[in-house]
């Protein structure tokens, strides 16, 4: 799927108006700090913790974590004016922030990390691709954060679920809206348990942060967040169905 979206100066002039460090309301369609104290209280990351975030934008969320949780953050992201901003504006996370090529995060080392976040990016990314990749860099019994896992099977009632899936098709964004049952499949395939899933009913319920804590029941709804855990590596050329891991 074509990435180039997000390398546009449209892009960026995006991330500098709706995703800001002040904004403790949603904007829009994007989650507030309320609403990101709230799931990062729930991920329960430790001070001192390390942990990359994938899809850092321009660090709203790195300073989150640094500043109110004591965690040290490594960011990446595949907008080098994003990454560009973290280092101009944020310098204490200068060292910390990398451009990524899609799917290449040859720059950081097997196991390298005890946390993962994916902040409102896991559904722009190949789930197959990224999830090796979360694999490879986690250490066992590291934890990571997906947000937001984008529903195919959306409630037939949700307007505003096709509508986004409509405009995001006409606008050439790229998504990638899962099958639960195979997706979940997939984290156990490549070694991941699940720990919670944060389910928003209706699209509209998202960035006002309405959502209940289902671990099953209802396979229809407009998207969740994950929180899951590396429970065993996944040994390379190992295939299950039509997936195949490799490093």
Known sequence: MDQG???NDDYFKYLLEHCTDESAAAQGRVGGREM?????NRFSVPKGA?????GCGTGRVMEVLRSHYGVDVTGGDICEKAIGYIREQRPHFAGKAFVLPTGDWSCFADSSFGHLLFWGSFELLEPRTALA???????????????SVKNIAFREDDASAAAAAKAYREKRIPLYMTDVAAFEALLDFMGFVIEERAVFQFKDDAPQNRYVIDQGGDGRFAEAIYTIRKV???PAGKTVGRYLYSK
């Open 133 to 147: 990749e979360a694999a490879r860099v986690l250490r066992v019994g590291g934890r990571a954060m997906l947000s």
């Open 50 to 54: 390390d942990l990359l975030e994938i």
């Open 36 to 40: 990101i104290l709230d799931h990062l």
């Open 5 to 7: 979206y997000f390398t």
């Open 232 to 234: 065993r590596d996944v």
